[in-house]
């Protein structure tokens, strides 16, 4: 599908990967890019930075309210669903969280079928996979959900129905699909929802403060860390792809351990803090493995996606966009 001059629609727009999305897509010259939220996790000052580009429109919107979507997508060549809960709001509310994921997603395909929409690009989550071992994994690797917490474990089937979707549709109702399953994402206009992302941008702030770090006391856990640049990339090169009914891992391929993340941020603070370190036994959490070894090889084959943002660059440039905000 050709990017320039299409229009394209991103639920979940007012968001961290939402606004992404929307720079790549505007970078790439996109006609129109309507940018539907309803505003309850995203805010409008997440993409005040686009205000005064004709080419966006932000509609406040709800994948709940599937006549609000007939609207939005009139007219769409794409639709990039990224809105749905994380973990942590999914735990704290599974009523709307599992309404959310999972209705809102029959909402959004059957909106684009109802519309004409040639193509959606699902944000799925590594998630799917559950609790990883030792081997390599890859999409093909099977799901390993029995240990995850009851929320965890939620949140990891409303991704793989979303996958399903996603392959459902393109077989039998002529809307292209592809399915993303992203690792942690972290950037520049970072929230205080993401589970494992939140090492990052609590214990900046506790720095700033003058606050030392927290860490869980085996520090030794891994994530995978995915600047959202890196992502909103991902996502416009699927959409451009003639590609469907796949599911691609956007993943760095890089184990970094929560204490490196705290090492970063000392770093850059130029701050000689030491870490603490406390157990959170009640705490939300998804994968904390000493190991994750995620392959990024079918990404990089089929669509020529490859990450360019280290964990060090992307921190810097998180912390330096903190920096700017009160």
Not at 57 to 71: A, F, H, W
Not at 305 to 310: A, F, G, I, K, N
């Amino acid at each position: 599908m050709r990017i320039s001059g299409g229009k394209f629609v991103i639920t979940g727009g007012a968001s961290l990967i939402g606004s992404h999305v929307a720079d790549r897509l505007l970078a790439e010259d996109a006609g129109e890019v309507v940018l539907l939220d309803n505003f309850a996790l995203g805010t409008p000052e997440t993409v005040s930075h686009l205000d005064g580009d004709a080419r966006v429109q932000l509609v406040k919107g709800d994948i709940l309210r599937i006549n609000e979507l007939y609207d939005a997508f009139k007219g769409a060549d794409g639709v990039f669903a990224v809105a749905g809960f994380l973990t942590l709001p999914l735990t704290q509310n599974p009523p709307l969280g599992l309404a959310v994921n999972v209705e809102g997603q029959v909402n959004t395909f059957e909106a684009c079928r109802y519309a004409g929409v040639r193509k959606l690009v699902f944000s799925s989550s590594i998630a799917a996979y559950g609790e990883p071992g030792e081997t390599l994994i890859d999409e093909q690797s099977p799901s390993n959900l029995a240990s995850y917490q009851p929320g965890s474990m939620l949140y990891s089937c409303t991704k793989l129905i979303g996958e399903a979707l996603c392959k459902l549709y393109s077989a039998n109702h002529g809307v292209d699909a592809i399915a993303l399953r992203y690792a942690t994402v972290y950037g520049e206009r970072q929230h205080y929802r993401g589970v494992n992302a939140l090492y990052i941008i609590q214990n900046y702030d506790r720095i700033r403060r003058g606050l030392p770090p927290v860490l869980p006391r085996d520090d030794s856990e891994v994530h995978d860390y995915i600047h959202v640049a890196d992502v909103a990339r991902a996502n416009v090169m699927a959409m451009a792809s003639e590609i469907t009914g796949e599911v691609f891992n956007v993943v760095t391929g890089v184990e970094t351990t929560v204490r490196r993340i705290a090492e970063i941020l000392l770093e850059i603070t130029g701050s000689d803090l030491e870490p603490e370190w406390v157990d959170d036994a009640g705490g939300v959490k998804a994968t904390s493995s000493p190991s994750l070894k995620l392959s990024r090889e079918k990404i990089r084959a089929m669509l020529g996606w490859e990450p360019v943002v280290s964990v060090e660059d992307g921190i810097r440039r998180l912390t330096d966009w903190r920096a700017t905000q009160g």
